[in-house]
Each structure stands twice: as C-alpha cells, then as structure tokens.
C-alpha cells in the first residue's frame, strides 16, 4: 500500500514536470505522499523537482499509510477489480482552471495492479494459543471506517461457522460505521454486537482523576454508566442481540464488577465478565459462550429484535449526505439540531 500511495505521488510530479499535459497546478496536488511510521518532521514538507533548464517547487506532506484513502477503499473493496475502479475515481489534484483530476488519468491501473495483486491477499496468522486469526488492512474510524477488509471478513465467513471482528474506536464511532458503511458496501449482516466496557473507563466518566482509577468507588462508576447506556442504546437500534463484555482489570474489585453487572442484567442486557488479557482463551470462554446464546436465538425470539436494519440505506439517492448526517447525529450522538459550517457547506455541495 505504501508503495503503491508513493507510486501515484511520484506520477502526479513526473507528468507536472516532463511538460505538464494534464495542465496539473502544482498548488492543487492533494494527493499525499504516505510511510508507515510517525515522522512529525516529514508531516509539512516542500518539494522541488528540478533540472538545469527549470524547478518546480510546492508544498506537500506525508500521512501514515493507514491514514491514506487508499487504505480506506483497500478494506472496503469486494475484489479486486473493485478496487481498482474505485482507486481510479480519486482525485488527486486539480488543473489550473479548478478541473479535477483523477487517478484514471495518470493510467496507471496495470502498475497498480502489479504492486497490489499479492496484497489483496488475507494473510493467517496464528494466536499464541494456536488459533487462527485474518490480519488484512485496518484503516483509522475517525477519517475512514475503521474495519479490516471486506475480503478477509467474507473469507472468514467461507471458512468457520463464527467470526468475529472488530470495528475501531467507540461504538458511536466505528461500529456505527462498521453497520451503515461495510455491512451494506458488503452485503453483511451481523448476527450479534459485542459491547466492550471496563469500570475504569466508567469511572473516569463518573469523575474520578486517572491516577485515582485504581481505588475502588462505585458511586462513580454509576455516574459513568449513562455513557455506557447510550451505547448500549445505539446498538439496539441495529436490531440485532446486543452482548455486554465487561474487561476486568486486575483494579477492578469484586463489589465493582458485581454491581456493574447487576445494573447490565437490570437494564434487560446480557452481561459477561472477560478477563482474557489475564488469562488468555479460558478468560473468555463465558463471553464466548454467551454470544453463542445470542447468535442462536430460535426465529421467535429474535423477532423481538427486528433483524438487522442500518440506519439509512446507501444507495438511496433521497438520502442526501445532510440526511445521512443528521441521522447519525440525532440517533446515535443525541443532537437537536445539526449546524453546519460554511467550509462544511461548500464541501457537501461539491460532494453532492
């Protein structure tokens, strides 16, 4: 991926300098440059091509390859093909007269092919305790969607009765991305959502200084609990089974966890502690059991659930990118009014 983002880079800069026929304004490059480890120093650069007859100098700048929108169709592409035709529609700079150029017009699709071809390949790697796991992109949630490949996701679904997989970030964040973006781009539909909380976090949503988060206070745990509610309440909105794994740090008393689950168990959740970070696979065998439950609830009563329903249909073209964006902030965030910028305004409609 790496090579493949500096390809397109070096491409951009070789067709402004042998004569510009793209009529490429070089203070338009937008396309940036990528290497898989933080360089602060390398994060605003100028660049100067040059020879004995002209120079070319602009600014531009380096994003750590998971941060690069090749990244982002690389684990949302089908195939192959896929993304190769989506890796085409992006642009990369615009000419003089504000034109877009796109990655089509560098034609550059067989280099790309040649350098991605093994790399739209899973790759298996194996756990300490020798179970197999599909490691296979990983773009940021907070400037992408934040999932592994849909190709490593369906290649798990063909070869085990269960997969599990994670989305980044909150809930609010990638798993909401994970159901409304890479579930329906990929004809997916989850049978269960496993809710990761600890009491250290609620506690620093209930108040409590870090450096305090190791003393036991479930007066301050309940007052972070809203948070997790709100999540909770989010994922059910998806009508799916909704599981709630309680990681337990060694901190962690037993009146916390105790209590934490009795509050699960009142707000009508399923709730499980998973102390796999301590104890590795046996640690997570009641999470795992329990999400067995949950995946294999008879037709009646996962019709209490609705099945599974995103919260706005991508392909649809009555939901414009304002609607989709209202619905998110309304439904999952809790907004009561959406206010946009006039940068964010421009941008929409150029989008739109």
């Not at 190769?84 to 790309?112: M, N, Q, S």
């Amino acid at each position: 991926l790496t090579s493949t983002i500096n390809l397109i880079a070096a491409i951009i800069e070789n067709s402004v300098f042998q004569g510009n026929k793209l009529n490429i304004n070089p203070d338009r490059i937008v396309w940036t440059r990528a290497l898989d480890m933080n360089d602060r120093s390398l994060r605003d650069i100028t660049v100067t091509s040059s020879d004995s007859k002209h120079s070319i100098t602009h600014k531009s700048e380096f994003v750590i390859t998971v941060a690069s929108e090749l990244m982002a169709i690389f684990c949302i592409a089908n195939d192959e093909e896929e993304f190769l035709d989506r890796t085409e529609k992006i642009i990369v700079a615009y000419t003089f007269d504000e034109e877009p150029i796109t990655v089509k017009d560098l034609h550059i699709r067989g280099a790309i092919k040649k350098l991605m071809h093994t790399a739209m390949n899973p790759n298996i790697v194996q756990t300490l305790e020798e179970n197999p796991v599909l490691v296979h992109g990983g773009p940021f949630a907070n400037i992408a969607h934040g999932c592994n490949s849909v190709i490593a996701t369906k290649l798990g679904l063909k070869l085990a009765d269960v997969v599990v997989t994670e989305a980044g970030f909150g809930a609010d964040l990638g798993a909401e991305k994970f159901l409304d973006i890479k579930c329906q781009r990929a004809g997916l539909k989850p049978d269960a959502i496993v809710l990761v909380a600890t009491v250290r976090a609620l506690k620093l949503h209930g108040g409590v200084k870090f450096e305090d988060l190791d003393k036991e206070n479930i007066e301050a745990m309940k007052l972070g609990e809203c948070n997790l509610w709100k999540h909770a309440e989010n994922m059910k909105l998806y009508g799916v089974p909704v599981v709630i794994s309680i990681n337990r740090f060694p901190s962690d008393t037993d009146a916390e966890v105790e209590t934490l689950l009795n509050d699960i168990e009142a707000k009508k959740y399923w709730g499980v502690v998973n102390t796999a970070a301590l104890d590795s696979g046996d640690g997570a065998k009641d999470l795992a059991t329990q999400v067995m439950v949950a995946i294999s609830l008879d037709a009646d009563h996962l019709a209490c659930y609705g099945g599974f329903e995103p919260l706005y249909p991508i392909g649809d073209e009555h939901y414009s990118i304002r609607d989709k964006i209202g619905l998110i902030c309304h439904k999952i965030y809790g907004a009561g009014n959406v206010v946009y910028t006039d940068l964010a305004n421009e941008q929409i409609n150029k989008y739109q």
